[in-house]
């Protein structure tokens, strides 16, 4: 185990280790996330309030009278919010103006900041990518904190936005939201440490707790960078009172003893994996020779198999993970896939084996070999569903081949689940009503196209004229809670998507009527071509 000595940093992790030392012993315990995500470190602690004690002459211990007269009239229980004098709230910061997406600033209106949260907050399952880059878009927006701000936390909304980001395993873009922020907001600098680490840069962790000496570190994240900066005297002695003060939980104690005593490490037996690990504990694992796999670990976790150090089936197996979830460019995933020749068959080796061949069948303009390797190329994709990641990677260049069969029905849907479905529809010669549908929904004409199923007539009644009026699930939000009524209406295309078309009508019809035409016809296309349905 090697861990990097930056000489420039030790004095300063020197000179910050005795006011560590010399909080009180409540500010250094440990207390349980507060985040719906239930993985994140422990990398602060929080002082535990204690009531002041009631002095002489206070009525705080005194029993009411009997009988006595109220002492005020017309009291009322009102909710005040709180919070540091010069903090602002973060709510209001984004990376995205609403008028690039089509939606107003006061999209949150007056729905309360607590209800906005938890629906941010929701797991859905088995989303439409279209539906997940719209989720995605709405998380990013600089939009107006709501009107009904939460009266116990400045913050809620924008760290539900950012734990969101977290579960889909966006962690560029919820850094590039955390560094618009002040990280001296406890949770903020949690989030904001975990993110670093699990991008692979420990330093700038460590770098983040010494530039926010407001924040009170947990002695467990102190270890650990004391450590990286090469302080192994002050991490020792970190440890060694973190356990005498009952601070440091046995099964985090003996990691931390291991990771600081290199030959312990060696010769002990590999620890039990832990059922939960938070990105403090995958470190120091894998500082200490014993790296998690990281398939079994919330997706948050599939970014630190895409450094160079993991292997190749590793970075390509994260990289699918994450491409599926809509937040990594699909041509990483294509480079990784042609990086090398696969020396090997089955599960991912074929996926390898079968893009590698169509990149370079397209890369030599053979349009006979590429009709020939493209139905393969669907179906191994199809399997995984990264079925947009193919269109990503190569929609543009098989427009300018004539393909055959099967390759050519298959060149289309791939055009169509691009952003220029449009283009790729009026390229395409229609050869039958599945098709005419498909081209018509793309183009935006669908009144003489016919329905063949029950999905077909649903999205006719969608497309087939203009929504002049909201559908009444959602007429009373959109007053005044209109991104309410978008993340219902997101809920229910996804939801409905598994059978229940009048939800999925419903939220199509909304997104037309707030003017999201693309949007809703490339969920509708999604629809038909990657028969996630049903």
């Given at each position: 185990?090697?861990?990097?000595?930056?000489?420039?940093?030790?004095?300063?992790?020197?000179?910050?280790?005795?006011?560590?030392?010399?909080?009180?012993?409540a500010a250094l315990a440990e207390t349980a996330p507060m985040s719906a995500i239930d993985w994140?470190?422990?990398?602060?602690?929080?002082?535990?309030?204690?009531?002041?004690?009631?002095?002489?002459?206070?009525?705080?211990?005194?029993?009411?009278?009997?009988?006595?007269?109220?002492?005020?009239?017309?009291?009322?229980?009102?909710?005040?919010?709180?919070?540091?004098?010069?903090?602002?709230?973060?709510?209001?910061?984004?990376?995205?103006?609403?008028?690039?997406?089509?939606?107003?600033?006061?999209?949150?209106?007056?729905?309360?900041?607590?209800?906005?949260?938890?629906?941010?907050?929701?797991?859905?399952?088995?989303?439409?990518?279209?539906?997940?880059?719209?989720?995605?878009?709405?998380?990013?927006?600089?939009?107006?904190?709501?009107?009904?701000?939460?009266?116990?936390?400045?913050?809620?909304?924008?760290?539900?936005?950012?734990?969101?980001?977290?579960?889909?395993?966006?962690?560029?873009?919820?850094?590039?939201?955390?560094?618009?922020?002040?990280?001296?907001?406890?949770?903020?600098?949690?989030?904001?440490?975990?993110?670093?680490?699990?991008?692979?840069?420990?330093?700038?962790?460590?770098?983040?707790?010494?530039?926010?000496?407001?924040?009170?570190?947990?002695?467990?994240?102190?270890?650990?960078?004391?450590?990286?900066?090469?302080?192994?005297?002050?991490?020792?002695?970190?440890?060694?009172?973190?356990?005498?003060?009952?601070?440091?939980?046995?099964?985090?104690?003996?990691?931390?003893?291991?990771?600081?005593?290199?030959?312990?490490?060696?010769?002990?037996?590999?620890?039990?994996?832990?059922?939960?690990?938070?990105?403090?504990?995958?470190?120091?694992?894998?500082?200490?020779?014993?790296?998690?796999?990281?398939?079994?670990?919330?997706?948050?976790?599939?970014?630190?198999?895409?450094?160079?150090?993991?292997?190749?089936?590793?970075?390509?197996?994260?990289?699918?993970?994450?491409?599926?979830?809509?937040?990594?460019?699909?041509?990483?995933?294509?480079?990784?896939?042609?990086?090398?020749?696969?020396?090997?068959?089955?599960?991912?080796?074929?996926?390898?084996?079968?893009?590698?061949?169509?990149?370079?069948?397209?890369?030599?303009?053979?349009?006979?070999?590429?009709?020939?390797?493209?139905?393969?190329?669907?179906?191994?994709?199809?399997?995984?569903?990264?079925?947009?990641?193919?269109?990503?990677?190569?929609?543009?260049?098989?427009?300018?081949?004539?393909?055959?069969?099967?390759?050519?029905?298959?060149?289309?849907?791939?055009?169509?689940?691009?952003?220029?479905?449009?283009?790729?529809?009026?390229?395409?010669?229609?050869?039958?009503?599945?098709?005419?549908?498909?081209?018509?929904?793309?183009?935006?004409?669908?009144?003489?196209?016919?329905?063949?199923?029950?999905?077909?007539?649903?999205?006719?009644?969608?497309?087939?004229?203009?929504?002049?009026?909201?559908?009444?699930?959602?007429?009373?939000?959109?007053?005044?809670?209109?991104?309410?009524?978008?993340?219902?209406?997101?809920?229910?295309?996804?939801?409905?998507?598994?059978?229940?078309?009048?939800?999925?009508?419903?939220?199509?019809?909304?997104?037309?009527?707030?003017?999201?035409?693309?949007?809703?016809?490339?969920?509708?296309?999604?629809?038909?071509?990657?028969?996630?349905?049903?």
């Amino acid at each position: 185990m090697t861990i990097e000595h930056r000489a420039g940093q030790k004095a300063r992790f020197g000179a910050l280790i005795l006011p560590w030392l010399a909080c009180p012993f409540a500010a250094l315990a440990e207390t349980a996330p507060m985040s719906a995500i239930d993985w994140l470190s422990g990398s602060i602690a929080t002082p535990v309030a204690v009531a002041p004690p009631a002095t002489r002459g206070s009525r705080a211990n005194v029993p009411p009278v009997p009988g006595e007269p109220p002492v005020s009239r017309g009291l009322t229980d009102e909710v005040v919010s709180v919070g540091p004098i010069g903090q602002s709230s973060a709510n209001g910061l984004g990376l995205v103006p609403p008028e690039a997406i089509g939606l107003p600033r006061d999209l949150w209106g007056r729905t309360p900041e607590d209800r906005l949260a938890r629906l941010l907050r929701k797991e859905r399952i088995d989303t439409l990518p279209s539906m997940q880059a719209f989720l995605m878009e709405l998380l990013l927006a600089e939009f107006a904190p709501p009107e009904a701000a939460a009266p116990d936390s400045r913050n809620m909304l924008f760290l539900a936005r950012i734990d969101r980001l977290l579960d889909m395993g966006a962690l560029d873009q919820a850094m590039a939201l955390l560094e618009q922020t002040e990280s001296s907001d406890p949770e903020i600098f949690r989030r904001r440490f975990d993110v670093a680490l699990l991008l692979g840069q420990e330093d700038k962790a460590c770098e983040i707790m010494v530039d926010t000496p407001s924040v009170a570190p947990s002695f467990p994240a102190r270890i650990f960078c004391l450590a990286r900066h090469g302080d192994w005297q002050a991490a020792a002695l970190s440890l060694d009172t973190g356990r005498a003060l009952g601070q440091i939980d046995p099964e985090m104690s003996e990691l931390l003893l291991r990771f600081l005593d290199a030959e312990l490490a060696e010769v002990s037996d590999p620890l039990p994996p832990p059922t939960r690990p938070t990105p403090l504990v995958f470190r120091l694992l894998e500082a200490i020779g014993e790296p998690l796999s990281t398939g079994p670990l919330p997706l948050a976790f599939a970014q630190a198999d895409l450094q160079s150090n993991a292997g190749w089936k590793a970075q390509i197996e994260a990289a699918e993970r994450l491409t599926r979830a809509g937040v990594l460019d699909p041509n990483q995933l294509l480079g990784l896939y042609t990086q090398e020749r696969a020396s090997a068959s089955g599960g991912v080796w074929d996926r390898v084996t079968v893009v590698s061949s169509l990149d370079r069948a397209l890369t030599a303009g053979d349009a006979t070999r590429v009709s020939q390797i493209l139905p393969g190329a669907w179906e191994a994709m199809q399997g995984q569903e990264l079925e947009p990641a193919l269109a990503a990677m190569f929609a543009p260049r098989l427009a300018d081949l004539q393909l055959t069969g099967t390759a050519d029905d298959l060149g289309l849907r791939l055009g169509l689940l691009t952003p220029d479905f449009a283009e790729a529809a009026a390229r395409h010669t229609v050869h039958d009503q599945d098709e005419a549908l498909l081209v018509a929904i793309a183009r935006g004409d669908t009144g003489a196209a016919s329905a063949q199923d029950q999905l077909g007539l649903m999205l006719k009644r969608v497309f087939d004229a203009p929504v002049t009026a909201a559908p009444a699930t959602y007429q009373p939000l959109l007053m005044d809670r209109r991104g309410e009524a978008m993340l219902n209406a997101i809920d229910d295309i996804t939801e409905g998507a598994r059978g229940d078309y009048r939800r999925v009508e419903a939220g199509l019809k909304l997104l037309r009527y707030q003017g999201l035409e693309t949007v809703a016809r490339r969920t509708a296309l999604e629809m038909i071509v990657l028969e996630r349905n049903g």
